[in-house]
């Protein structure tokens, strides 16, 4: 069993910052694998970042890459570092995660079994 556990969202203005944070707790497993993903209405859900437990691979999605930076915090925490944030960035934002030393060779919804209840982030013009 694995418990996620977002925080951070909110309003911000374009070209603003914010930090969301994600608390894996009560897992017992050697590793896991997590991801931020975000849903924008009307929308499919999309990766955003991912980043392995055990090496700290990370990998991002084509349109926030060079702005947003996830990382690793201690033991069981992930942070993802949203910068330069654009209107398109507004979505609700989810953790997520998946048992396993490496993450899935694809980054999908279907692949992450534990979900967090969703971060709403704002960008307004």
């Known amino acids: 069993q694995v418990h996620l556990e977002e925080s951070g969202g909110g309003s911000v203005q374009v070209g603003g910052s914010l930090r969301l944070s994600c608390v894996v707790s009560e897992y017992t497993y050697s590793t896991i694998c997590t991801s931020w993903f975000r849903q924008a209405p009307g929308k499919e859900r999309e990766e955003v970042a991912t980043?392995?437990?055990?090496?700290?691979?990370r990998s991002y999605a084509d349109s926030v890459k060079d702005r947003f930076i996830i990382s690793k915090n201690g033991k069981n925490t992930m942070t993802l570092q949203m910068n330069s944030l654009k209107p398109e960035d507004t979505a609700i934002y989810y953790c997520a995660a998946t048992i396993g030393f490496a993450c899935p060779a694809v980054i999908q919804p279907a692949a992450f079994g534990y979900w967090g209840q969703g971060t709403q982030v704002t960008v307004s013009s």
């Open positions: 980043i392995s437990f055990y090496n700290e691979k």
